[in-house]
């Protein structure tokens, strides 16, 4: 039997493998996608998730593949003063997109021996006072000691438990994408700071290689929010705002995704738990959702692996949820005041 099953490869998945190995637990992920995803969702990790990548030994890796980006306040639009004094060691935001960060944390755990199974999609999910069995697609099942859904938003562990997901559905859409643009980068620049007067959630670069990231307001611009974007969306909404598409073209991803905010009822249902996207949603701007979901399976690793080894004290895996999900209660709160507006900075990173 497995120690602790994972269901989602992403960040928090993987990140909480590599810390249930590190303490000689078993970990096995398994993720329905053939391969990691080429959307770009979040472009940097926050001082706390620094600290605790350099706990790890493995913060130097980051580093060098990122840009560190001073520290500035934002709330409801409103930019404050950057903070004096702070207790860290890593008083910046390190600009670096999570598709790079996502192989870090999976060329870590895969380092440390954890199995990683992508095309595998877990189905349904039952427990007793022993065991989880997970069944796979397919009709395979699994058992092990534990199960933690990682696996994002519409999580399928966190369905099939029952849990309750209240919170506030989307209220405005977005569409973002890395694509090349036609158009002189003088001309984009002074266009989207003019724009940018009364639409603080729009975007354009500057490129990188050529490449710009694009993020459009788009409300009501598809009645099918779950299908897919196109790049002909994308550049009617230029124009509608901009007056121009810039010649957009050769889309390398394109994303949809509003502001809906939702906050799980509960972490733990006996042997099963949530960490991730799968416990808390909220709008994407200012990269949240990365750090929260790494700073979820920093404390619930070790306490896991304390479990499985034989040494928790009673109580342990509760604090789990009594020390985490009030984090992320605060981080909807905030996000509810919009403070999307004024975080994306197009420097390469979000605040």
């Given at each position: 039997?497995?120690?602790v099953?994972i269901?989602?490869?992403?960040?928090?998945?993987?990140f909480?493998?590599?810390?249930?190995?590190?303490?000689?637990?078993?970990?096995?992920?398994?993720?329905?996608?053939?391969e990691?995803?080429?959307?770009v969702?979040?472009?940097?990790?926050?001082?706390?998730?620094?600290?605790?990548l350099?706990q790890?030994?493995?913060?130097?890796?980051?580093?060098?593949l990122?840009?560190?980006?001073p520290?500035?306040?934002?709330?409801a639009?409103?930019i404050?003063?950057?903070?004096?004094?702070?207790d860290?060691t890593?008083?910046?935001?390190l600009?670096?997109?999570?598709t790079?960060?996502?192989?870090?944390?999976t060329?870590?755990?895969?380092?440390?021996?954890?199995?990683?199974?992508?095309?595998t999609?877990v189905?349904?999910?039952?427990?007793d006072?022993?065991?989880?069995?997970?069944?796979?697609?397919?009709?395979?099942?699994l058992?092990?000691q534990?199960?933690?859904?990682?696996?994002?938003?519409?999580?399928?562990?966190?369905?099939?438990l029952?849990?309750?997901?209240?919170?506030?559905?989307s209220?405005?859409?977005?569409?973002?994408?890395?694509?090349?643009?036609?158009?002189?980068?003088?001309?984009v620049?002074?266009?989207v700071?003019?724009?940018?007067?009364?639409h603080k959630?729009?975007?354009?670069?500057?490129?990188v290689?050529?490449?710009y990231?694009v993020l459009?307001?788009?409300?009501?611009?598809?009645?099918?929010?779950?299908?897919?974007?196109?790049?002909?969306?994308?550049?009617?909404?230029?124009v509608r705002l901009a007056?121009?598409d810039?010649?957009?073209h050769?889309?390398?991803?394109?994303?949809?995704?509003?502001d809906?905010?939702r906050l799980?009822?509960?972490?733990r249902?006996?042997?099963?738990?949530?960490?991730?996207?799968?416990a808390?949603?909220?709008?994407p701007?200012?990269?949240?959702g990365?750090?929260?979901?790494?700073?979820?399976?920093?404390?619930?690793?070790?306490?896991?692996?304390?479990q499985?080894?034989?040494?928790?004290?009673?109580?342990l895996?509760?604090s789990?949820?009594?020390?985490?999900?009030?984090?992320?209660?605060?981080?909807?709160?905030?996000?509810r005041?919009?403070?999307?507006?004024?975080?994306?900075?197009?420097?390469?990173?979000?605040?």
């Amino acid at each position: 039997m497995i120690d602790v099953i994972i269901a989602g490869a992403g960040p928090t998945g993987v990140f909480l493998a590599s810390e249930l190995q590190l303490q000689g637990v078993e970990a096995l992920v398994l993720d329905k996608e053939d391969e990691p995803t080429k959307v770009v969702r979040g472009l940097g990790l926050h001082a706390r998730s620094i600290e605790i990548l350099d706990q790890r030994g493995i913060a130097d890796e980051f580093l060098e593949l990122g840009t560190q980006y001073p520290l500035a306040g934002f709330f409801a639009g409103i930019i404050k003063p950057q903070p004096q004094g702070l207790d860290t060691t890593h008083p910046y935001v390190l600009g670096i997109p999570q598709t790079t960060t996502e192989r870090l944390l999976t060329q870590h755990a895969l380092e440390l021996g954890v199995e990683i199974r992508r095309g595998t999609e877990v189905t349904g999910v039952s427990q007793d006072e022993d065991n989880v069995e997970v069944m796979l697609d397919g009709g395979t099942r699994l058992r092990s000691q534990y199960l933690v859904g990682c696996d994002g938003g519409r999580s399928t562990v966190r369905r099939q438990l029952g849990v309750g997901f209240p919170g506030e559905p989307s209220g405005r859409d977005h569409l973002m994408g890395e694509m090349e643009l036609t158009a002189d980068p003088a001309e984009v620049a002074a266009v989207v700071a003019e724009v940018r007067e009364t639409h603080k959630d729009f975007g354009a670069g500057p490129p990188v290689d050529g490449v710009y990231r694009v993020l459009v307001p788009a409300a009501e611009v598809a009645e099918d929010r779950t299908a897919p974007p196109a790049l002909e969306e994308l550049k009617a909404q230029l124009v509608r705002l901009a007056g121009t598409d810039f010649g957009a073209h050769s889309a390398r991803w394109l994303s949809r995704f509003g502001d809906a905010t939702r906050l799980a009822d509960t972490y733990r249902t006996a042997r099963v738990f949530l960490a991730g996207d799968a416990a808390h949603v909220h709008p994407p701007f200012g990269g949240q959702g990365l750090n929260l979901g790494i700073q979820d399976a920093f404390n619930l690793g070790w306490k896991l692996a304390a479990q499985v080894n034989g040494w928790a004290p009673p109580g342990l895996l509760d604090s789990y949820e009594a020390e985490r999900r009030p984090v992320a209660a605060q981080v909807l709160d905030n996000t509810r005041s919009r403070p999307s507006a004024s975080v994306t900075t197009w420097a390469g990173t979000a605040a």
